[in-house]
């Protein structure tokens, strides 16, 4: 009874994939932050990071003129052609066959949605899948699934992993995305086991992605640093490459920065792109262009030199 | 200097493919980012006594350089026993009429004084203090001026306290006492050493290391800006014979020494029958010790902060490793991919995690125990970074394989070089661990709790870590067993070396 009790099947997982102290981390990536980025490796990071937004708009009031607007932004942040286009553009299922039709078949943007009843998926699994398939068949390269937080904390690992592996199967050829809800988990133990649960389950390439962006805290750079050491230990052990993105709560170029320098030095150079890393983002395109502008002219600019910058000045 | 040798175990490739590795490259390099603010340095500084700058009576100055490119800073004024004297004449006459009768309350508003306007120039104090001692302006910065400021803060709120550092006993001031302290911390052993002897009473004859002696005598600056009376603190400036004068003076109720334990034991030697008061803070060989269900890589993170902090030039450094046998391999491949990404180089860039080594002999001195260690057949692992043309560094290093036995499991190396040694056991890690003449500090990596508290008990060091390394607080004593010293310093506790109690 003992051993089969939630409580043990943690213990075993954390036993197995080893614990986080929350103190430690807080420590470590506190000094991303002090590093000190100039110049040209300042563009390069801002533009790389431009190369990663996975460009979000995940409202119920989207529409598919806002979907296009999105794509077109996505396609062509900025007048400077210096300026690349971001990585994807990430909607609700509904608005999938909207964005293809502005995008083409032949764009470097890729279309993410979120599927499996995003963001709570609190719906039965059968539906869950048929909404994936849809997605797909409606022209998705990229599904962004959500774990099953409730089975994870009553500790049915097993259902998560087959829920994760039977959204996998629906996904075809399009790349899996598997949000783990960090807030909801809360410790860095959770968030560190979760990982490691999606990791077994999914391909190279497929990634883990930190929230929804639906709940009170997203992506920090604490739980991004415990799901890249997860990465690395993962590949480390395996040779299977997952990819990471945060989601949320990433405002501002210096913070992107910032998430990048955490990548630079945990996992090295092949996930310096935007491949194997993403920000799931909005806001914070703009504060990158702006920042690149910045960079060349030394001023910054005026909001409304950046379309669809909806801030005042 | 030693040969890179490379790693013996390589990963097996599994299935054909090649083992994986992570790429540490320069996709993406950082461009330089100096440290902009002036130091204000000048071009000559003469020795502090009696609260005013004077020239040596011998007119004899000697360079101090910067070690991270070995030009030449400034001059600073060589003192004669003559110039000792001095300052021990000055620093009785200010206990005698001024700072010995002050009431409590008064001189803590000069350490007030003192710790503010600290603050106010720490980006200046911290640049020289790079400059001087070729530490990384990130530390200086983050760590030895802002704790150096918290050192006066925390002391002036004991001035006026004084009934109740011991209570139900009365508290008076020992008189003139006099320090010297080494080149690790200099900024900050000054004020670890200046503010708990001011806050009880005594007025200081000090020396500083003659390789750092810049921001001890920016710090007489201040002094003379927040109006401290003329021979409170004096400062005196040279190589040992000097240090040497001021332990040896008759002047001093008590002496204090931060720095190595050969020249501690010199001076307890010369000092064995006198009625002096000493506290002695010598060096160490700090066990770092990794249980196998620690959290690893925060544990890694420790280990990196407990030995290359300061280029591992600390006395409470963490430079033997004890890990778990179950995880060595483990914790030993994390570690050096966590050295690969350490920035080497330029102390004045604010990307620099690991500085300059602080003086050309310092770093023979550990080329030369490297060297030792590598024939004694440790396994080396260092960092690929490339290093600066000019100047003194030396690469993060780590030797696996090291045994009790090895002189670099026993000597203090004080640079960024750790020996890694494993157990299989608690009770083996504590008996390796209290296995060495010192006894400054210890760390232990758990997530037992009672595991922690049994540790605590059982090594004979001062200081015990618990899941973290390398913090300092002035409200927690500090100081060691065995020949790392005696005497606290910090705290309640560290005041007591510094009153008479009746």
Redesign the interface.
Known sequence: MLARSPQAAFRRLFDEVGSVDHVGIEERVAKYGTRSIKKASKLWGLKTAVSMVDLTTLEGKDTPGKVASLCQKALRPHDDPSIPSTAAVCVYPSMVRHARRVLGSDTAVRIASVATAFPSGQAPLKTRLAEVRAAVADGADEIDMVINRGAFLAGEFAAVQDEIAAVLEACGDATLKVILEVSELETYDAIRAASFLAMRVIREGDFIKTSTGKTSLNATLGNNQVMLEAIRDHYLDTGIAIAMKPAGGIRTAKQALTFLIAVKETLGDAWLNNTRYRFGASSVLNDLVRQIEKEKTGAYQAPYYFSEAAESY | MSTLVAEKKK?VA?GG?P???????????????PESADPKLKARYDLFIDGKFVAPKSGKYFDTINPANEQKLAEIALASAADVDAAYAAAQRAFDTTWGKMPGRERAKYLYRIARLLQDRAREFAVAETLDGGKPV?ESR?FDVPMAAAHFFYHAGWADKLDYVAPGRRVAPLGVVGQVIPWNFPLLMCAWKLAPALAMGNCVVLKPAETTSITALKLAEIFQDAGLPPGVVNFVTGAGEVGAAVMNHPTPAKVAFTGSTEVGKLIMRSLAGSDKKMTMELGGKAANIVFD?A?????V??IVNGIFFNQGHVCCAGSRLLVQESVADQVI?KLK?RIR?LRVGDPMD??TDVGAINSREQLDRIRQLVDVGVREGGEMFQSACRLPTKGFYFRPTIFSGVSMSHRIAREEIFGPVLSILTFRTVDEAIEKANNTAYGLSAGVWT?KGARILKLSTELKAGVVWA??YNKFDPTSPFGGYKESGFGREGGRQGLLDYVKLS
Do not use: C, S, Y
């Not at chain 2, 083992?19 to 980012?33: M, R, S, V």
């Not at chain 2, 959290?295 to 544990?299: K, M, T």
């Open positions: 990963p599994r493919r083992a994986p590795e992570l790429i540490f490259g320069d996709l993406w390099e950082f461009d330089p980012a990130k983050d269900d959290p690893l890589d925060q544990a993170e420790g491949a991919n990404v604010k990307n997530d899941n973290t």
